[in-house]
């Protein structure tokens, strides 16, 4: 059985000591996902067992199917378990269509990015929101002001759609300069770093 543990120095969230990634869940051939995909019956017994050997911190991403896997993950979970039994982290900043704003970090995008992950996941809030990419770090996409970026993620904290926040992919330099605007401004921080 796998032993809760604290998720970084400051934070009182406790997940379970591994995590189970998902984007191999979803819709066979939808976005870039391929026919290595689980559909909903083909995941649901790899789920159970993580369960069974006390894993429940779950990660995805809006990305991942475009959509499919944070259906799959939500439908999976309000299934098998009780909503206050389980951790769900979920991502935001890929581009998820072709539109303009479809993707990034701008405050658009965010705030459009958290409501439409929480209708697709099931779910009334999001415990874990990661950006997928630092706000300048997405090639190809619009690079939004580190503060219209933070600001939304601290919007959408107090508004109690999400309840923590965590970043992914970057330098270290990135997610300090990050973790000290966001202190500079009594915005919400980040939690964790996963890379």
Known sequence: M???VQLGSKSGLRVSELCL???NFGEPGRGHQGDWTLGIDDARPIFKAALDHGLFYFDCADTYGIGACERVVGALLKELVGR???VLATKVSMPMGRGANQGGLSRKHILEGVDASLARLG????DQLVI??????IPGQVQAPIEESLEAL???VKAGKVLYL??????AWQFAELQMTA????WTKFISMQN
């Open 84 to 86: 206050d039994e389980y």
């Open 166 to 171: 965590g970043a992914s992919s970057m330098f």
């Open 183 to 186: 202190e500079a401004n009594g």
């Open 21 to 23: 990634g998902t984007m």
């Open 2 to 4: 796998l032993n809760p």
């Open 123 to 126: 779910h009334d809030y999001i």
């Open 132 to 137: 997928h990419r630092h706000p300048h770090g």
């Open 154 to 156: 601290h919007d959408v």
